[in-house]
Every structure is written in C-alpha cells, then in structure tokens.
C-alpha cells in the first residue's frame, strides 16, 4: 500500500504560478505510475496529467497542454506538478493518485484505475 500527501497549494493571480507536491510513504514508490486529477466547484473530478513508473513518459489534459508538467523524483518518493501561466478556471482541489503496474511505460488517464488517492490540496486563482 502507499499513502498520499499533497501540497503546495494556496491562492495565486491568474497569469502565476504554483508547484504541487505528493509525498508517498513506503519504499516502493517506483513501482506505481502516479497522476493528478482535480475536482472543480460543482464539477466531476477531472483528469489533469499523469506519468509513467520510470517517468519516461507523461501525458496532460488539453486543458494544461503547454501550461501544467508532471513529474517524479523516485528516490524522493515524491510526484510533481508545475503549473504555470494559470487561470480562474484552474482552481479546484488537486488530489495526486498512484497504481501499482507492472510496466515501465504505462500510464493511466482515469480514476477507476487509480486505487489510491491523496486528501487534496486547494489550489485558487484569482482573476
């Protein structure tokens, strides 16, 4: 099992930027291909961006192509998202998820195939 905590988040202008982090427990963090997701006001909870185990690959939401970039440090146990050049409609509560998976290269863009979640951080653009 693995647990996530998030954070980095907090108010910012539209146009800044902010750098959210998720912390996993445990030693086998490099076995789990990880993704954000985030849950608008009123809103289903949204794919953002998600990376490989080995973070060889990555991919983003339409949404943040450009703008947001995912990433890992597996010998800090910890996953990354850099989002830059944001918008009010980019505030929502960000949650960080993680799947254990056999390859490398693997990634997931869905919440069923998650099965392990973060409790959020809020992340608030102001106009």
């Known amino acids: 099992q693995v647990q996530l905590v998030e954070s980095g988040g907090g108010l910012v202008q539209a146009g800044g930027s902010l750098r959210l982090s998720c912390a996993a427990s445990?030693?086998?963090?490099?076995?789990?291909?990880m993704g954000w997701f985030r849950q608008g006001p009123g809103k289903e909870r949204e794919f953002v961006a998600a990376?490989?185990?080995?973070?060889?690959?990555?991919y983003d939401a339409d949404s943040v192509k450009g703008r947001f970039t995912i990433s890992r440090d597996n010998a800090e146990n910890t996953v990354y998202l850099q989002m830059n050049s944001l918008r009010p409609e980019d505030t929502a509560v960000y949650y960080c998820a993680a799947d254990a998976v056999a390859s490398t290269t693997l990634i997931h863009t869905t919440k069923a195939d998650y099965g392990y979640w973060g409790q959020g951080t809020q992340v608030t653009v102001s106009s």
């Open positions: 445990g030693r086998t963090f490099s076995r789990y291909a």
């Open positions: 990376i490989s185990r080995s973070g060889s690959r990555t």
